[in-house]
């Protein structure tokens, strides 16, 4: 069977840059304040074949070009004759501002994977491709999102117009079915921006309407029409399973976990997005985090893959993913994650180029002691909080750290491991204190903050006398300023498990995203002070709606909850060996389902009684102090 094929990672290109310009806000286009790669617009596609007997094909193709077989030249979309007998067929083709791609269906010869792609003289590479785009029909170019009808839970009349509620957050077109007379519908996240009128700061997005008809996609729970309407919207998505599985004795954690499920699936689309409302755009730190959450509730490979293609640099570098020193390393730890849950080992070949591109990039703009530093046209973030910034950062130093380490898992070079060791020792000698890790210099500041000494719990970067200094005297001190966002909320949690605080992290998970739920939340927000109350809690980056309700990163309790209470992970490639570390903690019951590559993990925890089920080898149970191998498609019960 035949399929539209690409050079390998245009498909990506071409979706990341189309959805970098979807952004709007206030009436304008919002585009993106860093660099995102064009496909290549001109493209030759090769094939050798043998025929058994003679025939002809069409080559159909999204762009203008030619068929060359044998140094023949034909025109697309007419047939192509061949005789009995080996050929070469090329197709050389340009696409301007679109995803150049072809696709033939023939016995003798098909489009597929098979096939080698060049342009502008580059060694060739194997095409790229999907499943999803197999018929002549199908248009690489439109990305292949399911749609269901939705209808308004309640609709009533506002000031001579009408305001719908959903009753969710939702991604998709509104269809007006009818309208009285020419309108402006306001979206919303929250009844309060929908009704906010016009103006900076007002209601993000809205479009004035003349007739009945379909509007753009977009997000919004609430919907106000100036004049009387009918309508309903088509929610858009994409068709994901949702395999993961968390429930407990604690109801509201079961409704945590089911709310951050549906906050993070609308969240992953083409890619994984920050959020559906504002950016909708591709950031490193959040994509991370978001495969991180993936691999326990999808376990998919597919969106991962096109996410990290969508980040990392094609042909050059010359700024951070995002513009964010921190965004380029975390990139980097991704790409080795992914390797470690799925074992994909071409997909990581062919990205290592991209790879050590960005971290050749990353040391250059290092200062003499190898110290990331702020350079022109640099963004040091972390997060959002009160970190001193005054000099080089220890959060960005770990960071770096971690970063020599997954290059080296990624390539078995030891020279990485050498970076890393003499860069540790340095942080040490500059950035550590009595207190645990301060922000920057002590010269310069002894202002302490949780972020890097989260990090340095999380990477194993400190010792277990050193991490318990962290634990008491920065974690479990109410002096050091909290954590705002659900970014570096999960981290805490995940540094709290790792310290033997699991207890603590549970009642953390439930008292924060409790409260976000208990203010009436339908999907997780970007950033969350439960004093602010609402609507002051709906403010961000100085307007009064500017804050994200549906935020992919804030959707963190499905990795904890898998992986520190069900306690799956993986220890070799792709799951080739796993551990199962089940902790209950404060729950007196749990049960769910981990997915993985190879399948999903089932366990349950009830009466003191543990059972777990794997439909594969490789796996240990520990529990109890004691350790259990784990029979492949057989319970085991302890």
Same mark, same amino acid.
């Given at each position: 069977?035949?399929?539209?094929?690409?050079?390998?990672?245009?498909?990506?290109?071409?979706?990341?840059?189309?959805?970098?310009?979807?952004?709007?806000?206030?009436?304008?286009?919002?585009?993106?304040?860093?660099?995102?790669?064009?496909?290549?617009?001109?493209?030759?596609?090769?094939?050798?074949?043998?025929?058994?007997?003679?025939?002809?094909?069409?080559?159909?193709?999204?762009?203008?070009?030619?068929?060359?077989?044998?140094?023949?030249?034909?025109?697309?979309?007419?047939?192509?004759?061949?005789?009995?007998?080996?050929?070469?067929?090329?197709?050389?083709?340009?696409?301007?501002?679109?995803?150049?791609?072809?696709?033939?269906?023939?016995?003798?010869?098909?489009?597929?994977?098979?096939?080698?792609?060049?342009?502008?003289?580059?060694?060739?590479?194997?095409?790229?491709?999907?499943?999803?785009?197999?018929?002549?029909?199908?248009?690489?170019?439109?990305?292949?999102?399911?749609?269901?009808?939705?209808?308004?839970?309640?609709?009533?009349?506002?000031?001579?117009?009408?305001?719908?509620?959903?009753?969710?957050?939702?991604?998709?077109?509104?269809?007006?079915?009818?309208?009285?007379?020419?309108?402006?519908?306001?979206?919303?996240?929250?009844?309060?921006?929908?009704?906010?009128?016009?103006?900076?700061?007002?209601?993000?997005?809205?479009?004035?309407?003349?007739?009945?008809?379909?509007?753009?996609?977009?997000?919004?729970?609430?919907?106000?029409?100036?004049?009387?309407?009918? $309508?309903?919207?088509?929610?858009?998505?994409?068709?994901?399973?949702?395999?993961?599985?968390?429930?407990?004795?604690?109801?509201?954690?079961?409704?945590?976990?089911?709310?951050?499920?549906?906050?993070?699936?609308?969240?992953?689309?083409?890619?994984?997005?920050?959020?559906?409302?504002?950016?909708?755009?591709?950031?490193?730190?959040? &994509?991370?985090?978001?495969?991180?959450?993936?691999?326990?509730?999808?376990?998919?490979?597919?969106?991962?893959?096109?996410?990290?293609?969508?980040?990392?640099?094609?042909?050059?570098?010359?700024?951070?993913?995002?513009?964010?020193?921190?965004?380029?390393?975390?990139?980097?730890?991704?790409? &080795?994650?992914?390797?470690?849950?799925?074992?994909?080992?071409?997909?990581?070949?062919?990205?290592?180029?991209?790879?050590?591109?960005?971290?050749?990039?990353?040391?250059?703009?290092?200062?003499?002691?190898?110290?990331?530093?702020?350079?022109?046209?640099?963004?040091?973030?972390?997060?959002?909080?009160?970190?001193?910034?005054?000099?080089?950062?220890?959060?960005?130093?770990?960071?770096?750290?971690?970063?020599?380490?997954?290059?080296?898992?990624?390539?078995?070079?030891?020279?990485?491991?050498?970076?890393?060791?003499?860069?540790?020792?340095?942080?040490?000698?500059?950035?550590?204190?009595?207190?645990?890790?301060?922000?920057?210099?002590?010269?310069?500041?002894?202002?302490?903050?949780?972020?890097?000494?989260?990090?340095?719990?999380?990477?194993?970067?400190?010792?277990?006398?050193?991490?318990?200094?962290?634990?008491?005297?920065?974690?479990?001190?109410?002096?050091?300023?909290?954590?705002?966002?659900?970014?570096?909320? $999960?981290?805490?949690?995940?540094?709290?498990?790792?310290?033997?605080?699991?207890?603590?992290?549970?009642?953390?998970?439930?008292?924060?995203?409790?409260?976000?739920?208990?203010?009436?939340?339908?999907?997780?927000?970007?950033?969350?002070?439960?004093?602010?109350?609402?609507?002051?809690?709906?403010?961000?980056?100085?307007?009064?709606?500017?804050?994200?309700?549906?935020?992919?990163?804030?959707?963190?309790?499905?990795?904890?909850?898998?992986?520190?209470?069900?306690?799956?992970?993986?220890?070799?490639?792709?799951?080739?060996?796993?551990?199962?570390?089940?902790?209950?903690?404060?729950?007196?019951?749990?049960?769910?389902?981990?997915?993985?590559?190879?399948?999903?993990?089932?366990?349950?925890?009830?009466?003191?009684?543990?059972?777990?089920?794997?439909?594969?080898?490789?796996?240990?149970?520990?529990?109890?102090?004691?350790?259990?191998?784990?029979?492949?498609?057989?319970?085991?019960?302890?």
């Amino acid at each position: 069977m035949g399929k539209w094929i690409w050079y390998r990672g245009e498909f990506e290109a071409y979706h990341n840059l189309q959805l970098h310009f979807r952004r709007e806000s206030y009436g304008m286009a919002r585009p993106p304040f860093w660099d995102v790669p064009m496909p290549y617009p001109f493209v030759e596609f090769t094939k050798t074949f043998t025929a058994k007997c003679g025939g002809e094909f069409v080559c159909y193709a999204k762009g203008d070009g030619v068929v060359i077989l044998d140094e023949v030249f034909y025109p697309l979309e007419q047939a192509v004759p061949y005789s009995a007998g080996e050929h070469t067929v090329s197709v050389k083709i340009g696409n301007p501002g679109g995803l150049p791609c072809i696709y033939i269906e023939n016995e003798a010869v098909s489009t597929d994977e098979s096939w080698r792609v060049t342009h502008g003289g580059a060694a060739p590479v194997l095409a790229g491709a999907t499943p999803v785009f197999s018929s002549p029909n199908d248009d690489p170019q439109k990305f292949p999102f399911s749609y269901e009808r939705v209808e308004a839970v309640s609709c009533k009349e506002y000031q001579g117009g009408m305001l719908f509620d959903f009753g969710r957050e939702l991604f998709g077109s509104v269809v007006i079915d009818a309208l009285s007379a020419p309108a402006t519908v306001f979206y919303g996240e929250s009844v309060e921006e929908a009704l906010a009128g016009k103006g900076w700061g007002k209601c993000t997005v809205w479009e004035d309407v003349e007739t009945a008809g379909i509007l753009k996609s977009r997000a919004f729970r609430y919907l106000y029409v100036t004049k009387p309407a009918t $309508l309903h919207a088509e929610f858009e998505f994409l068709p994901l399973e949702k395999r993961g599985r968390f429930s407990c004795n604690e109801e509201g954690v079961k409704t945590i976990w089911d709310v951050c499920a549906d906050t993070f699936h609308l969240c992953s689309r083409e890619f994984f997005l920050d959020g559906i409302k504002r950016d909708r755009w591709v950031w490193g730190g959040d &994509a991370r985090q978001s495969i991180l959450i993936s691999d326990y509730l999808f376990a998919d490979p597919e969106i991962v893959k096109r996410t990290i293609l969508a980040l990392l640099p094609k042909d050059r570098v010359h700024q951070h993913v995002n513009t964010i020193n921190d965004y380029s390393a975390f990139l980097i730890i991704s790409v &080795a994650e992914f390797y470690r849950s799925f074992g994909d080992a071409e997909f990581v070949s062919f990205v290592l180029p991209r790879v050590r591109m960005l971290y050749d990039y990353i040391v250059s703009r290092c200062d003499e002691q190898g110290f990331v530093v702020e350079r022109e046209g640099d963004w040091i973030f972390i997060d959002w909080g009160t970190i001193d910034q005054s000099g080089p950062l220890s959060a960005e130093q770990i960071l770096l750290w971690k970063t020599h380490l997954s290059m080296a898992e990624l390539t078995g070079e030891e020279a990485y491991l050498d970076r890393a060791n003499t860069l540790r020792e340095r942080i040490f000698t500059r950035f550590w204190s009595e207190n645990g890790f301060l922000d920057t210099y002590p010269e310069l500041s002894s202002h302490i903050t949780r972020h890097a000494n989260i990090l340095a719990v999380l990477f194993d970067f400190v010792d277990e006398q050193q991490a318990d200094r962290i634990l008491h005297r920065v974690l479990e001190n109410p002096g050091v300023d909290a954590i705002t966002t659900p970014y570096f909320k $999960l981290y805490e949690l995940m540094a709290l498990c790792r310290l033997g605080k699991l207890t603590v992290a549970q009642e953390k998970l439930e008292g924060y995203w409790g409260a976000m739920l208990a203010l009436g939340a339908t999907s997780m927000w970007e950033e969350f002070k439960p004093e602010e109350g609402l609507p002051a809690g709906y403010a961000m980056y100085g307007e009064e709606f500017g804050k994200s309700l549906c935020h992919a990163w804030s959707s963190g309790p499905i990795y904890f909850l898998g992986r520190y209470c069900l306690g799956v992970s993986s220890t070799a490639p792709g799951f080739a060996a796993f551990t199962v570390a089940p902790n209950p903690g404060r729950y007196t019951w749990f049960e769910g389902v981990v997915p993985t590559v190879r399948g999903d993990i089932r366990i349950n925890y009830r009466d003191g009684k543990l059972t777990v089920f794997a439909p594969f080898d490789g796996g240990t149970l520990l529990w109890n102090g004691s350790e259990w191998d784990i029979p492949a498609n057989e319970e085991l019960v302890v």
